[in-house]
C-alpha cells in the first residue's frame, strides 16, 4: 500500500477491539457536545429561575403547536435514518439511497419550518437583544404591551439556534454520506459512515427533545 | 524589602482571628515544606549514581499509601472543619450583630460612595447624604455595609480590618465589620474594574463614639458630600 | 508457548517516499510532525507571553519610566514608551491568555500528547490522522487573530484573562471594543482544537494499544495525557458555550451577564470556573505524567506506587469537577456554597500529596543519574510542593477573604504553571527531545540553563507570596496610589529585575534546542535506557513508528529488576525461553503469551 494512502487513511482498531475507531470517535466527540449545551441549558435554567418573570406560560409567544409537528418531523427523520443503517446492515443499496434521501428531506424541513418560525416570532417583536424585545405574543396587536423580557428571546434564540445549526451540519453530512452510497461506497461488510451519521443524527434529535420540553412546554 | 511572612496590624475584632487561622496554615504548611523539601534534597544526594552502584527493585508500599493519604485526609479536613466557625461568623447574614451601624456603599467607575442616614437615622430616606471615597466609622461598633455596584464588579477591600467582599451590579451584598481602634485605614478596589481600578482608592476613618457623632452631626447639617 | 499470529503486522514504512515540502512539512498527518509543529508555535506563543510578562514588570518595578524600546510601541500603548493603564490591563490579560491558550495548552497536550501517545502504546499513529492535522492547524489561525487583537482600535482585550462581566460586556466599561470581539472569537476557534486534539487521544488510547499493553501497563505519561483529554472533551465546551455568550451580549444586544437587562454577572463566573479549574488540572497532569516517566527512568527505578498514581490522576481529574466555586468565595456567592466547595478543595490536595510522596518514594534508594531531564523533574516536583501548600491558605475559605486578588494567588498560580508546568515541559523537551529530533541537547548548557532558571524564577516569584501578606493586590497599573504599598516598590523592582534575567536565560534554552538540532550528539534509539515502547525504535521514528506491530510483556516500570541482566527491561523484550526451567522469561501471568494477551 502506499504511504500516502496510510498516511490518509483512518487507522483500524487492535483485533478484538468491539467498537470501531469512527464509532468511538463519534461517541467521544457526542460527549463534548453534550457538554456544550449543558454549557447553553444550564444557562437558561439559571437565568429562568433568577428571573421567572421574563418568561411567560407556554405558548401565548412560542407557536406550540407548529413545533410540535416539527418535533414529530424530526423524530420521523430518526425512524427513516434507522431504516437506511438496517438497509445497508442487509446490504439493501437502494433502500439506503432511499431512507437516506428521506431523512435528508425531512432534516432540512425541520430547519426550513425552525427559520419560518423565528421570521414569524421576529416581526412579533420576540428577538435576543434587550433593546429590540418586544414581545406581542402570538395574534395580539403590534404595539401592544411587551410578554416577558428579554432574557426569553436571548435564551430561546442561542438554544434553539445552536440546536437548529447542529442539525443543518448534520444535513450536510447526511448528503455527503447519500452521495457516497450513490456510489456504492457502502457495503453489507463496510458502512462505517452510515453507523456514525446515524449516531450523530440521534443525538441531535435527542437533545431537540429536551430543548423542545423545556423551551416550549414549560 | 520585606520578606516577612508575618501579617500586617489589623484593627478590626476579625483580624485576630483570620490571623491566626493563617499562622496555623503556616505552621503545618511550613512542616511539610520543610520536611518533603529536606527530604527530596536528602534523598538525592544519598541515592546519587555512583560507579557500582545499582537501585533496590521497589514497586511500591501498600501501607506508605494508606497512611499519606489518611494523614493529609485528616489534616485538611480537619482544618476546614476548624474554619467552618469564623467563616460562618464572618458571612452569614443571620448573624450579623442586630445593633450594627448600617451603611449603603456603592461602587463604581473609579470610586466609593458611601450613603448614611440623615438626621431622621433612617437609610433610604430623602435627607441621606453621601461620603465619596471616605467612610468614617465609630470604633467598638459593629459596622453593617450594604454593598453595591453600579457599573461593573469591584470588591470592597479594607487591608487592616480582613475585609473583602465583592461588589456585584444588580446585587445588595452585607459585608460587616467591627474596628477595635482608631485612626485611617486603607479602602481599595480588589477587582479589575477598568483602565481606573489602580486608583479607586478610598480612606476609612475609625472615630470615638463620640467624634464619629460630631462628625455625622456635621455632615447632616451640611447635607453636602464629604471629601 | 508459540509464536501465534497475531494481527497483520503494521508494514514498515522506511521507503524513501516523496510526498513534497507541503505533504511533509506543512499539512501532514503524522502525529510525529504535528508534534513538532505544535512545539515551534507553542514555543513562539511561549516568546509572546513572555515579552509581555517583561512589560507588566517594567511597569510594576520601574512604574511610570520609559521602557526600553518603549517608544516603538504606538501612542495609544506607551507614549514615549510609558505604559499606560489601559494598556496594562491589555498586557495582564494577554499575558495569561497566550501562556494558557497558546503555549501550555498546545505544549502539554498538542506536543506530547501526539508525540508520545500513538508511541508508547505500541501504535502506528493516532485514530484520525487527518482529523489530528485539523486540530493543530487551528491553534496557529486562532493564535493569530488574538496577535491581531493588539492592533485593532481600543488595543487587545482588558477585562483580564478571566473576562468577568459586566466589565467584559461592552467597551463602555474598558475602553476596549473590537479587542474583546476577537478575544472572544479566537478562544472560540482554538477550543476546536483542543476538543478534536481530546477525541483522537481518547480514542487512540482506548482502541490502539498493542497486544499486551493492557491499561494498567500503559506508562504513566499516556495515562496523565488520556485523562487531561478526557477533562478538555468535557471542560472547553462549557467555555465555548459561555463566550458564545458573552459574545453575544458584546455584539447582538442580549444580557446574559448584563445587568441592564437582568443578566447575571456570576454565571459568567460560575461557567468560567466550572471549565477554569478542569483547565488547571488540564495544565498540570501531562507534566506530572512525563515527571514520573523521567525520575523512575533516571532512577533506575520503578514509580513508587504506579496503581496509586494511575488513581491519584483519576481522582484529581475527577474532583476538580466540584471545586470551582473556591475561585467565588468572594464573589457574593450564597455563602453556604463557600463551606461546600472549601471542603470539597480540601480534599483535592489529597491525591497530589500522594503524587509527591509517591515521587519521593521513586527516588529512595535509587540510582539516580543527574541529568538535565532528572534535574528539571525533581524541580517539578520541589516547586510544585510549594504551590500546592500555598494554595492551602486560599482553600481555607476566611483566609482568602485577605488572600483573594493579591498576589499571594499570583505567587500560587505561578508556582504550579511555571514552577510546575513550565519545568515540567523543560523536563519532557529535554527527555524526549532526542526521539523527536534523534539528537542529544547538549548536557552541560542543559544543567546551566536549568541552575539559572531554578535560582532566578525562585527569586522572581517566592518573594510575591510576601508582597499577598503585605495585601497587594492583583492587577494594579500603580501600587503606589496606595500609601500601604508604597513600602513595597523596593520589593517590585528585585522581583521585575530577576524576572528580566529569569527570561534573559531562557536565551541558553533555546540556542541549545536550535544548535542541537545540527550539532547535537546523535542519540540512537534509547540514550536513556529507558523501557518504554518509544524507544525501541530509532530516533527520530519512522513513519508508522513500528516495522512490526509490538507486543507488551510487562510494565513500563521493571527498572533494576533482580532477575534482568540490564537494569531495565524494556515492555516489548519478549520473555527468555526457558532455560532450565528457571521462572525468569518462562510465561507467567505476568508475562502474557500472545494469544491471550488480545481484548483485554
Redesign the interface.
Known sequence: ?S??A???M??S?????K???NK??MW??L???V??????I??YV??RF??PE?WTDPGVVLNVPLTALNTFFLICSSVTMVKAFAAIEAGNQKALQMWLLATIIIGASFVGIQVVEYIALGGEGFL?????YHAVGRGNPHGGPALG???YG??FY?MTG?HGAHVSLGVIALIFVYIKSLRGGYTKENHQGVEVIGLYWHFVDLVWIILFTIVYLI | MNFSWLMPETVSTFGPAIDSLYYVILWITGIVFFATEITLVYFLVKYRHKEGRKAEYIVGNHKAEVIWTITPFVIVVGLALYSKGLWDEIRDPSLIPADAYTIDVIAKQFEWNATYPGPDGQLGTGDDFVARNALHIPVDQPIRVNLQAEDVIHSFFLPEFRVKQDAVPGMNTPVWFEATRTGEFTLACAELCGLGHYRMKGSITVHSQAEFDAWLAGQQANGEDDQ | MSTTTVAEPHAGHEEHHDLGFVRTYLFSTDHKMIARQFLFVSLFFLLVGGILAGMVRWQLGFPGQPMPFGNLLPDTMAPGGIILPEFYNSLVTMHATFMVFFALMPMLAGVFGNLLIPLQIGADDMAFPKLNMLSFWITPVAGAIMLASFFVEGGAAGAGWTSYAPLSTSGEWTGVYMGQILWLVSLIIVGFSSITGAVNYVSTVINMRAPGMTWFRIPLATWSLFITAWLLLLAVPILTGGLILLLFDQTIGTAFFRTAGSGEPLLWQHIFWFFGHPEVYILILPAMGMVSEVIACRSRKPIFGYHAMVLALAAIAFLGWIVWGHHMFQSGMNPMLGMTFMATTMVIAVPSAIKTFNWLGTLWKGDIHFDTPLLHGVSFVSLFIIGGLSGIFMAVAPVDIYFHDTYFIVAHLHYVLVGGSLFGLFCGITFWYPKMFGRMMHEGLGKIHWVLSFIFYNLTFFPMHNLGVQGMMRRIYDPNQYEFLQALQPMNTFISINMFIFASVQAIFVFNFLWSLKKGKEAGNNPWKSNTLEWTVPSPPPHGNFPQMPIVYRGPYEYSHPDAEEDYWPQDMPPVSDTGGQSVGAPTPETVPPESVLGD
Open positions: 500500500m504511504h500516502a496510510i498516511a490518509t483512518d487507522r482498531p487492535m483485533p478484538g477491539m467498537v470501531y475507531n468511538l470517535g467521544v466527540f460527549l463534548s457536545e457538554m456544550f449545551f449543558t454549557s447553553l444550564g444557562s439559571i437565568l433568577a428571573h421574563h435576543p437583544a434587550l433593546d429590540a423580557g428579554p432574557l436571548a435564551t442561542a445552536f
